[in-house]
């Protein structure tokens, strides 16, 4: 087992590394960056700590990215594009974390639809790590093609309340099979040496316009690493082309030698194609703000999302004109739809929205 670093928080409310946040009425303390050996969005919640799930690096090519990061074997996992939460129970309620370390309304309200309560009975310390993902994500728009409605739930990780590192894989495969939990594809165990067998899997992702791999080293360390298909590249950037202007540029430069990188080492020649689908990806996102500006007077995207609860759904909206400050939030419909009560909101890009505004007026910008 890895040593247990000392309880981080008196020091971190003293440097300000932390502050205290409320979800009902109930507080806690969260960790606003990386501190004393625990990630960014680590909790104390009653006496317990949460570790936060740690930011994993990412290689550019799998023959050299493989050897250098694992002297040993590995797992190779699929990557679902989604977003990272992690699930622990409390006072018999099953809570969910955003990365951050928010408690989040939305995810705490539809776990229910995922995950037995029993798993947590029978095993009370234990901390789970997942993604959320689906067209009806409140938080990012897109999701895997495979996905057509709703959102889905698929655990990746285990972890204990207060202890750093991750379960061994055997266990989290003996607990995912015991409770029936979702969980991410696997493809087996390699080492360095198999990076092309590696690499074809990774094609047949593409291929089906999956977002990629995980790979997770065996031991106590669980050091991780992750790589993604050329599709996702190009998908990320049709998806955050409206975004151009709130993004920093290497968002989308980074994507563009990732693909370049990855085609080489693929064999793959940039074809007609994909010189067609890497363009329209950025004209079509754009073309898309322009003239919505030119309808609307603004630029925002639409979001849609389920409820269990509605007063999940109002404590969700307040909970996300919280954490993004000045993003322009508007409501739109909080209906009940069967068994659920369905949630649409807009929010606005407020840089590009900005932006066009001088544009049509005839500003001129120094570039």
Same mark, same amino acid.
Request: net charge negative; glycine share 10%; hydrophobic share 40%.
């Given at each position: 087992?890895?040593?247990?670093?000392?309880?981080?928080?008196?020091?971190?409310?003293?440097?300000?590394?932390?502050?205290?946040?409320?979800?009902?009425?109930?507080?806690?303390? %969260?960790?606003? *960056?990386?501190?004393?050996?625990?990630?960014?969005?680590?909790?104390?919640?009653?006496?317990?700590?949460?570790?936060?799930?740690?930011?994993?690096? %990412? =290689?550019?090519?799998?023959?050299?990215?493989?050897?250098?990061?694992?002297?040993?074997?590995?797992?190779?996992?699929?990557?679902? *594009?989604?977003?990272?939460?992690?699930?622990?129970?409390?006072?018999?309620?099953?809570?969910?974390?955003? %990365?951050?370390?928010?408690?989040?309304?939305?995810?705490?309200?539809?776990?229910?639809?995922?995950?037995?309560?029993?798993?947590?009975?029978?095993?009370?310390?234990?901390?789970?790590?997942?993604?959320?993902?689906?067209?009806?994500?409140?938080?990012?728009?897109?999701?895997?093609?495979?996905?057509?409605?709703?959102?889905?739930?698929?655990?990746?990780?285990?972890?204990?309340?207060?202890?750093?590192?991750?379960?061994?894989?055997?266990?989290?495969?003996?607990?995912?099979?015991?409770?029936?939990?979702?969980?991410?594809?696997?493809?087996?165990?390699?080492?360095?040496?198999?990076?092309?067998?590696?690499?074809?899997?990774?094609?047949?992702?593409?291929?089906?316009?999956?977002?990629?791999?995980?790979?997770?080293?065996?031991?106590?360390?669980?050091?991780?690493?992750?790589?993604?298909?050329?599709?996702?590249?190009?998908?990320?950037?049709?998806?955050?082309?409206?975004?151009?202007?709130?993004?920093?540029?290497?968002?989308?430069?980074?994507?563009?030698?990732?693909?370049?990188?990855?085609? *080489?080492?693929?064999?793959?020649?940039?074809?007609?194609?994909?010189?067609?689908?890497?363009?329209?990806?950025?004209?079509?996102?754009?073309?898309?703000?322009?003239?919505?500006?030119?309808? *609307?007077? %603004?630029?925002?995207?639409?979001?849609?999302?389920?409820?269990?609860?509605?007063?999940?759904? =109002?404590?969700?909206?307040?909970?996300?004109?919280? =954490?993004?400050?000045?993003?322009?939030?508007?409501?739109?419909?909080?209906?009940?739809?069967?068994?659920?009560?369905?949630?649409?909101?807009?929010?606005?890009?407020?840089?590009?929205?900005?932006?066009?505004?001088?544009?049509?007026?005839?500003?001129?910008?120094?570039?």
């Amino acid at each position: 087992m890895m040593p247990i670093p000392p309880d981080p928080f008196p020091e971190a409310l003293e440097r300000r590394k932390a502050r205290w946040e409320a979800y009902g009425d109930r507080r806690y303390l %969260r960790l606003t *960056d990386d501190f004393r050996g625990y990630p960014k969005g680590t909790l104390a919640w009653r006496g317990h700590i949460i570790p936060g799930y740690p930011r994993i690096g %990412r =290689i550019f090519r799998l023959e050299q990215g493989l050897a250098q990061q694992f002297a040993g074997p590995f797992w190779m996992e699929e990557k679902i *594009d989604g977003f990272n939460v992690r699930i622990f129970c409390a006072d018999g309620e099953m809570l969910a974390l955003s %990365r951050g370390g928010y408690v989040c309304p939305f995810a705490t309200d539809r776990l229910p639809d995922f995950l037995p309560l029993a798993l947590f009975e029978a095993h009370p310390d234990l901390v789970l790590c997942a993604e959320l993902a689906g067209p009806d994500n409140p938080y990012t728009q897109g999701g895997p093609s495979f996905i057509t409605q709703d959102v889905r739930l698929f655990v990746f990780d285990m972890m204990r309340l207060g202890q750093p590192g991750f379960l061994p894989q055997a266990e989290r495969q003996e607990l995912c099979a015991a409770f029936d939990l979702p969980t991410a594809r696997a493809f087996g165990r390699f080492t360095a040496a198999d990076w092309r067998t590696v690499l074809g899997l990774v094609e047949q992702l593409d291929a089906q316009g999956r977002e990629g791999a995980v790979f997770k080293e065996e031991g106590p360390g669980g050091h991780r690493t992750k790589f993604v298909t050329a599709w996702s590249g190009i998908y990320d950037i049709a998806v955050r082309a409206e975004d151009t202007v709130e993004l920093p540029g290497d968002f989308f430069t980074g994507r563009i030698l990732r693909l370049a990188l990855y085609l *080489d080492e693929a064999g793959r020649v940039p074809d007609d194609p994909l010189l067609r689908d890497l363009g329209r990806a950025f004209l079509e996102g754009l073309g898309r703000s322009v003239e919505r500006f030119k309808r *609307d007077g %603004r630029v925002f995207h639409d979001f849609r999302c389920r409820f269990r609860h509605r007063e999940n759904a =109002i404590a969700f909206m307040a909970h996300l004109s919280a =954490i993004l400050g000045h993003t322009h939030l508007t409501q739109r419909r909080l209906e009940q739809e069967g068994d659920y009560w369905v949630l649409e909101f807009e929010k606005e890009v407020p840089k590009l929205t900005g932006l066009l505004h001088q544009l049509f007026r005839g500003a001129s910008l120094l570039d």
